[in-house]
C-alpha cells in the first residue's frame, strides 16, 4: 500500500504518515487504532516483562514536558494542543470527540 492509499482510507495525512513510518513522531492510540482500521489489522497489547520503575516514569513525563515546552504548549490544555495539531494539518477529530464526551 501507497502512504496515498493509507492517508485516503485512515484520514491521516501522508506527511503525518511519512514522519510516522521514519520514527520522528510517537503514535498515539487513536491515530495507530485508525492506522489498524485503514489496513485492516488489529494490535494486541502484551504486558511488559519488566515492570516500569517510578524513576523511568519520572523521567519519561518530564520529557513530555520538555517537548511541549519547546512546542509552545501547556501541559495543561488539551484543547491548545489540538489546535495546535491541526495547525500542523493533523486531523485531531477522534481526540476532539474524546474530550467532548469526557465533558
Do not use: P, Y
Given at each position: 500500500?501507497?502512504?496515498?492509499?493509507?492517508?485516503?482510507?485512515?484520514?491521516?495525512?501522508?506527511?503525518?504518515?511519512?514522519?510516522?513510518?521514519?520514527?520522528?513522531?510517537?503514535?498515539?492510540?487513536?491515530?495507530?487504532?485508525?492506522?489498524?482500521?485503514a489496513l485492516d489489522l488489529k494490535v494486541q497489547f502484551v504486558a511488559r516483562t519488566t515492570p516500569m520503575t517510578l524513576e523511568a516514569a519520572v523521567v519519561r513525563a518530564e520529557r513530555g514536558r520538555v517537548r511541549l515546552a519547546a512546542a509552545g504548549l501547556s501541559p495543561s490544555d488539551p484543547q491548545e494542543r489540538l489546535a495546535a495539531k491541526e495547525r500542523r494539518g493533523i486531523d485531531v477529530s477522534v481526540e476532539r470527540e474524546l474530550l467532548r464526551s469526557r465533558a
Open positions: 500500500m501507497t502512504q496515498a492509499s493509507v492517508s485516503a482510507r485512515s484520514g491521516i495525512a501522508v506527511t503525518n504518515l511519512s514522519a510516522i513510518e521514519s520514527g520522528k513522531i510517537d503514535v498515539r492510540l487513536s491515530t495507530l487504532t485508525r492506522l489498524l482500521d
